[in-house]
């Protein structure tokens, strides 16, 4: 919170984004006007795959704002199943993670997908204005190679963390007996 009050008065892009959001009848609203267009064209089931119209008029529609234009060209249905897997990822990993002793693990783990999870919370929630634009991808979604490549880094080191290595318990059980 300290952090996010020194950034307010120190940076005056940061500032003014706050406050453009704060104050929606003040300064430029072109994307966040664009994104919850495409939203609305996309009704419940989209206008189709590639018929999205407002991808041409949003900047970093590829990265950004991929969230709009799922919702355009494929509609609220998606842009809810989308949301749920994220969900399903985050939700699942951690209840994998009351089952684990190393505390190495588990504080490992749960802060990696953590920040998976706030990463795709943070581009879904700016494109649907619902916190300040912050130009975050969307995890998997989003084109762009630094991107793709560390959150999938991320992803396979929550995987090599969780793994269940098959028996593992036999032998720690006989391990007991000698």
């Known amino acids: 919170i300290g952090a996010g009050v020194g950034a307010f008065f ?15 009848d003040v300064g430029d609203h072109y994307q966040i006007d ?9 009704g419940l089931l989209g ?11 949003l900047p970093d529609a590829h990265a950004d704002f991929v969230f709009a234009v799922a919702g355009e060209e494929y509609g609220l249905v998606i ?14 990993t951690l209840l994998r993670l009351i089952r684990e002793d190393d505390p190495f693990v588990v504080i490992s783990t749960a ?13 879904m929630a700016s494109s649907l204005h619902l ?13 762009g190679g630094s991107s793709a490549m560390s959150v999938a880094l991320a992803i396979g080191m929550v ?18 007996f000698r």
Request: charged letters at 20%; aromatic letters at 8%; proline letters at 6%.
């Open 10 to 24: 120190i940076f005056p892009h940061v500032r003014s984004r706050v406050e453009r959001f704060l104050h929606p």
């Open 159 to 176: 995987l090599a963390l969780t793994r269940r290595q098959p028996g593992l318990e036999t032998r720690k059980i006989s391990s007991l």
């Open 111 to 123: 802060g990696l997908v953590t920040g998976f999870g706030l990463q795709a919370f943070v581009n």
């Open 34 to 42: 664009t994104a919850m267009r495409a939203f609305g064209n996309g």
């Open 79 to 92: 842009c809810a199943l989308i949301i749920t897997v994220f969900g399903i990822i985050v939700v699942r």
């Open 131 to 143: 916190i300040p634009t912050k130009g975050m991808t969307l995890p998997f979604i989003s084109y």
């Open 47 to 57: 206008r189709g795959p590639g018929e999205g119209r407002v991808k041409d008029l």
